[in-house]
């Protein structure tokens, strides 16, 4: 069926630029154009608005970000007693497992992270809460005791050698997966149609879907064609067999190669300026080759996460070490592939140019730098003003021909492009800031390369998908997109949210 949407404006970030309507065939669109419009079977009237492409969201973990919105008040959270107070009221619903996640305890009165002892003291109920970036954990003993931990790294203790029950790195990963464990399938599905539809409600018609863990990423493709934004998805592991079966086009994806700097996990090449350690490598350099290489060949895109100096260096490093094995012709099929790095916040300015050189693509988080690297933030605490303000040099990326797209890693970060946007106008070096219009390229257009779906998403042409969406305020002249909404979203010609 064939349906014409007539606005007072269509950005095309195409050819031609402007439109008044569009035209479209099922799950594409037909024509964009001005002046009388063709017939259709349908006709939507959108008087007064703006319709631009849909955003593509590069970095979502939908399971997690369907659960963070039970945990509005836990983020929240301004003190270590009002946290402590919500997961007393948790416990208090009669739960067998108190999971809270989100909280960022640099944003507390006292930035103290509470232990064991303090959950202890409130509940007998098993608790495990993450902190709002993932990549650490504090439980109560009743948890400690349920869960094997006894070979794995990460376990926190204190002077007299007992468990704090702060728990980073693969004890962290063993918690969190405990814990998840606990959730059936349909509340999976319940999670993940929840995110979705919020992705719609702010304007995102794709998103590219992080897998954590296997057992979330078979019941997201038990029913991803029924959700309400294109999903993507990527499984963070290291198993070729899996991802094959699965008939997947990308491996990786989030597979940690460091940690946070939140955390103190993140790999830096010198200690952080709050403490004495320089954070983690999760993977040898042999292993990470092996694995490059055998996805590589396997036609795979691969993608890793990596955030400090340091982790980008490995990553770097054992991506030359693939690239100088391989002919003119094969590093030609290398470069088509645009493997990933997922997040690239503190690259020094060698790593940007070998990673151009290379051809990888990165996906960047802006609402990190608007969360943490302004002025007397949380990467300045970790950092230093000198790191912290060299953090997410993404114009740099971009003039020196970097492919970037844009994610929220929500939820981590609200998966909220406009706040995407106005992060990227409004960074803290001012000489890394973009304009309106590159940053809404940059999320759609961008990202669409960066998925290897350019000539598909991220534009609005004849034969493109009809991904797109509609605002009162147009976009490209409000004197801010923050807190912008659409009053209408459409993902693959399915009207899919609607004010």
């Given amino acids: 069926m064939r349906t014409l949407y007539r606005a007072s404006r269509v950005v095309t970030l195409s050819h031609p630029t402007l439109g008044e309507w569009i035209l479209v065939d099922d799950r594409h669109v037909q024509r964009v154009g001005t002046g009388e419009p063709p017939d259709a079977e349908l006709t939507i009237d959108l008087p007064g608005t703006t319709i631009v492409p849909g955003f593509i969201d590069s970095h979502v973990h939908l399971t997690a970000t369907g659960r963070s919105l039970a945990n509005a008040d836990v983020r929240e959270s301004r003190s270590k ?28 009165d006292s930035h103290e992270l509470p232990t064991a002892h303090d959950l202890d003291a409130i509940t007998s ?12 954990s504090v439980v109560s003993s009743s948890t400690l005791a349920a869960i094997d931990l006894a070979d794995a790294d990460g376990v926190e203790l204190d002077a007299e050698r007992h468990p704090t029950g702060r728990l980073t790195k693969e ?35 794709a998103v590219h879907e992080m897998s954590l863990d296997a057992a979330d990423l078979e019941v997201l493709l038990g029913h991803r064609s029924r959700l309400p934004v294109d ?7 290291m198993s070729l067999p899996e991802a094959m079966e699965r008939r997947l086009a990308a491996i990786g994806g989030d597979l940690p190669i460091d940690g946070s700097i939140g955390a103190r996990t993140a790999a830096l090449s010198h200690a952080y300026d709050d403490g004495a350690d320089t954070g983690e490598l999760y993977h040898d350099d042999d292993a990470m080759a092996e694995f490059f290489h055998a996805a590589h060949n396997a036609g795979l895109q691969v993608g890793v996460h990596a955030i400090g100096d340091r982790a980008i260096e490995q990553v770097l490093a054992t991506w030359e070490r693939v690239y100088l094995a391989l002919d003119s012709r094969e590093r030609r099929h290398f470069r088509a592939r645009r493997h990933r790095i997922e ?13 151009a050189m290379l051809g990888l693509a990165v996906s960047v988080q802006p609402a990190f730098d608007r969360l943490w690297g302004q002025g007397g933030g949380m990467y300045e605490e970790r950092l230093g003003p000198a790191r912290a303000m060299a953090a997410h040099p993404i114009r740099t990326m971009l003039e020196r021909g970097i492919e970037v797209g844009v994610g929220s890693d929500a939820p981590v970060a609200p998966l909220d492009p406009m706040l995407a946007i106005a992060a990227l106008e409004e960074h803290h070096e001012p000489t890394q800031r973009l304009t309106r219009l590159e940053g809404l390229k940059l999320h759609r257009v961008g990202s669409a390369r960066l998925g290897r779906q350019d000539g598909k998403k991220g534009a609005l042409e004849p034969g493109w998908h009809a991904d797109f969406a509609a605002y009162d305020a147009d976009p490209l002249e409000a004197s801010t997109v923050e807190g912008l909404r659409p009053v209408l979203t459409v993902s693959l010609g399915r009207e899919v949210f609607r004010a």
């Fill in 343 to 355: 997040h690239f916040v503190l690259p020094s300015a060698d790593q940007i140019e070998r990673t």
């Fill in 171 to 205: 004890a962290n990963r063993r918690a969190v997966a405990w814990v998840e464990a606990s959730y059936d399938t349909r509340k999976i599905e319940g999670f993940q149609l929840q995110a979705a539809g919020l992705a719609a409600s702010r304007g995102v018609t």
């Fill in 125 to 136: 109920t098993p608790v495990v809460a993450t902190r709002a970036d993932g990549h650490i």
């Fill in 231 to 237: 999903v993507a998805p990527i499984l963070a592991s």
């Fill in 81 to 108: 007693q009002d946290f402590l107070a919500l997961v007393r009221g948790r416990a208090a619903d009669g739960v067998t497992v108190v999971h809270v996640e989100g909280f960022d305890e640099t944003r507390w």
